[in-house]
T-cell receptor, first 114, second 114 residues
Framework: DTGVSQDPRHKITKRGQNVTFRCDPI?????LYWYRQTLGQGPEFLTY????????KSRLLSDRFSAERPKGSFSTLEIQRTEQGDSAMYLC????????????FGNGTRLTVT | AQSVTQLDSQVPVFEEAPVELRCNYS??????LFWYVQYPNQGLQLLLK??????LVKGINGFEAEFNKSQTSFHLRKPSVHISDTAEYFC????????????FGQGTRLTINP
């Protein structure tokens, strides 16, 4: 079990640029989640997939954000035209599909928009 | 809608002393309850969870928590802390009928002093 892997660990970008993050879940897990964590706050749910289907998106996920999981394995989260308010830690988690199945989190991608 | 309140943003304690981190939740439906720990620059690791059954739940690293439905609380305790317990602790809830969209509290920073 290699755990949930996220790449890159850190990303610094200028306002207005596009960025893309990648998440590789635990291979047996069919659910994949994205959360955002700003400084001093708990993580906030953004979206989740069951296999390749994106089943729910939070209101926090503006139209500048898009997530994909094309083959039901890894996922990407893209932010277009980044703003300083997008600076945060972006966490990916995966789980089995049972509602009592615990989430396993990756170490996150820290985004800094200058 | 569900919400979580962690009553203390910071808790300093001396090594080998007992500690309690407080968590209250609000929900119109039954809930699953979780405590996660986050070490610096890392993702979240599950400490323990309450799904049903016994209200006293034991987790990893010597932590335990008690579910109190009448008080809508899920406080985390450890009888004797170590320097290595220094971290951020998050309480979270989810709806058993939905996917695991965790709602987190704002976190409690536990600092252990020698």
């Amino acid at each position: 079990d290699t755990g949930v892997s996220q790449d890159p660990r850190h990303k610094i970008t200028k306002r207005g640029q596009n960025v893309t993050f990648r998440c590789d879940p635990i291979s047996e897990h069919n659910r994949l989640y994205w959360y955002r964590q700003t400084l001093g706050q708990g993580p906030e749910f953004l979206t989740y997939f069951q296999n390749e289907a994106q089943l729910e998106k939070s209101r926090l996920l503006s139209d500048r954000f898009s997530a994909e999981r094309p083959k039901g394995s890894f996922s990407t989260l893209e932010i277009q035209r980044t703003e300083q308010g997008d600076s945060a830690m972006y966490l990916c988690a995966s789980s089995f599909s049972g509602n009592n199945s615990p989430l396993h989190f990756g170490n996150g991608t820290r985004l800094t928009v200058t | 809608a569900q919400s979580v309140t962690q009553l203390d943003s910071q808790v300093p304690v001396f090594e080998e002393a007992p500690v309690e981190l407080r968590c209250n939740y609000s929900s119109s439906v039954s809930v699953y309850l979780f405590w996660y720990v986050q070490y610096p620059n890392q993702g979240l690791q599950l400490l323990l969870k309450y799904l049903s059954g016994s209200t006293l739940v034991k987790g990893i690293n010597g932590f335990e928590a008690e579910f109190n439905k009448s008080q809508t609380s899920f406080h985390l305790r450890k009888p004797s802390v170590h320097i290595s317990d220094t971290a951020e602790y998050f309480c979270a809830v989810s709806d058993p009928e939905g996917a695991q969209k965790l709602v987190f509290g704002q976190g409690t920073r536990l600092t252990i002093n020698p």
